[in-house]
Each structure stands twice: as structure tokens, then as C-alpha cells.
């Protein structure tokens, strides 16, 4: 049977069809998601970005393993306080209550879906991305919800990404209060004019962005009209072009129709923006570290940069670098930085990938459904 856009329901819990190899590229799936043609490119430019994500990375390790004192490493993973570890289980299993909560409020535009149906899905994708190391965690979320709550997988997948644009925007704003207003660490003072003009020019991004998706929600028809109009003043030949994009940006979001769950909607962000130093700051606390507060939200700025620009090229290893060298802002070893870093990663992301392997299980899909979910992304030229 078949519901909205396409999507195959199927009570068995099999992945939907379309991602073997005798599927018509360019016809569209049984998800709803288009599959363009893939575009031939010449083998050298496939192979450049691997290439060049593989010297990024050598050079990542490089930087972490110089001059690392391996023994003073083992002495410090040996004697960290791992009690911490708990607090530090619970405040990643509230980081991702919190974002459910985020998805759900957005998703209301669409249904309003049960708060353990998102947890799982959110856990399932979170799953999928750390196994196939690819950013199909959208992809994955929206399957689950729309395999069980009989909506179209394309409008469950829209939300997904306004719930990333509403995370971006958040983090705009967090760069702008950092950078521009609160105290920088001392050693950074030869580069502190840089980071505070970067923090204010950050806060004036935040606060056009905030305006602009007022204007979106409170005037949806004259907005592209308003574009042309102010554009066509300074460049008149791509305003209708602007204009034009910007209609189609605001198709794309996704936004609760009451004014008090957007309020919320912008709650939740900063309440996850709030949490994610905590992670840091119990294992900080299991080695006896006592660092000032802004020291944990600096390191938040600082490495949201960091992952976020190195995750788009695949350079690996970039979390521990740069949590060398953010607490070496403050004083702390590298032993000690990176022994923090292994630590939060690998008890942050088994507790996901566990509850994952548990909502996994629970939503009867399978590793071959996940597959060919990854294969779809792939066909479908974003991992061209």
C-alpha cells in the first residue's frame, strides 16, 4: 500500500524500494525523495576530495601525536575519577531529550507525532551516520516516522532540515554573545581584536536572521515582493532571481504556526547550546580540572567551528585537536586535553549508539534497510 508521495507502508518493516541497480535514476523512489541523474565527472575530481580529506587528516594526527608524552597519557586515562562518567551519560541522553523535543514543536506543522517515536528516530539516525559515516541521519529519521505515522517521508525530511537551520542559528547567536561579550581566555589576547570583531559581526548575522524568519512567518506573501523591491534598489538585474530563491527558502521551512512554540522553538536551541559544555565540564571535573565557566563555552564556539567545517571535507580527528587546543588556552596539558576529548566521545556516542541498536531493534529495521537508505543518499547526488 502506498500513502502520500508515494511512500511504500509496508507492515513487515521492509526499506523502501528504488536502490538497486536496476532503478530508473531520475523517476524518483518509493520515499518520495527524487533521484537525479548522477553527473558524470571525470575520475580525478571524484578522487580529489578524498585525497585531499586524507592529507587533512594525516596532518590532524600529526598535530595531536607531536610531542604527546604517550605515558603521561596512560597515567591520566588510569587515573581519572570515572564516576564522572554518569553525570556525563545522563547529560547526553538530556541533550538528545531536548532536541526531540526541538524536532517535535517543528514537526507539528506536518503532525504531531509522539515524543518516543522521535527519540527512537532520532536515535536511529544518529546510529546510521556513526556506522556509514556519511550524513544520511536525516534521511534515516524521516524514514522511521513516516513508515509508522502514515505521512509523506519528503515533508517529515523538510523538517528535519529546518531543525538543523534552527540549531545554525542558534549557534550564530552563541558565536556572537562568546566572542563579542564575554571574557576570552588571557594567552589569546594577541588574536582577541579578531575574535571580538568576529563575535560582533556574528550578532549582527543572528539578529538579520531573527528578523528575517519573523518576516517569514508574519508576512509569507509580500516577503518575496519586499526582496525584489529592496534588492532591485542596488542591483537590479538578479533581484527578480533573489527574489525567486528567497520564495523557495521559505517553502522550505519548516515553523509551528503559534507564535509560543516558536518562543519554545528558540528555548530549546538555546537549551541545547546551554547543555553540551556540561559534557566537558564532568570530565574535566574526573580529572580534577577547576576551570573558569567561560572556559566550557569558549570550547563550545571554538569546536562547533572546528567539527563543523572539518566534518564537510571528512578530515577525522579534529575534536581532539582542537580540544588540545582550546584547554591549552587555559593551562591544561595536551595529555590531559586529549585523554578529555576520547573520554566524552566514546561515552557520548556509545550511549546513542546503544539506545540506537535498541530503537533499532525495537522499530524492526534492519542493517539492509540502512543500506539502502546510505545508497539512496548516495544516488541522489549529494554524495556524489
Known sequence: MRGRDGFR????????QGSGPDHDEGAGDDTGIPIPPRPQRPSLARLLPGVAASVLTLGVLGFILYRLDFAALVRALAGARYGYVVPLILTTIVFQLVGVLQWRLILSSVKWVGPMRLFAAQMVGALATGVFQLPVGAVVKAYVVARREQVSMSAVLATTLSDRLIDGFAFVGLVGVVLGGLPLPPSSAPVQAALRAAGWTSLGLYVGLALMLAGVGAFPGQGAALVERLVGRVAPAPASRIAWLYARFCQGVRLPARWRDRVLLVGCAAAKKAIIPFQVYWIARAFGLELPWTAYIFQVVFLGFLVVAAGAVGVRGTY??????????????????????????????????????????????????LRALAAQWRRSGQGA
Open 9 to 16: 507502508e509496508d507492515p513487515a518493516g521492509s526499506c523502501p
Open 320 to 369: 581532539q585537536a582542537g580540544m588540545a587546543v582550546v584547554l591549552g588556552f587555559y593551562g591544561v596539558t595536551k595529555e590531559i586535553a586529549v585523554a578529555i576529548a576520547l573520554i566524552v566521545e566514546v561515552v557520548a556516542h556509545g550511549t546513542v549508539f546503544a539506545l540506537g541498536l535498541l530503537f533499532l531493534w525495537r522499530e524492526g529495521i534492519t542493517r539492509k534497510d
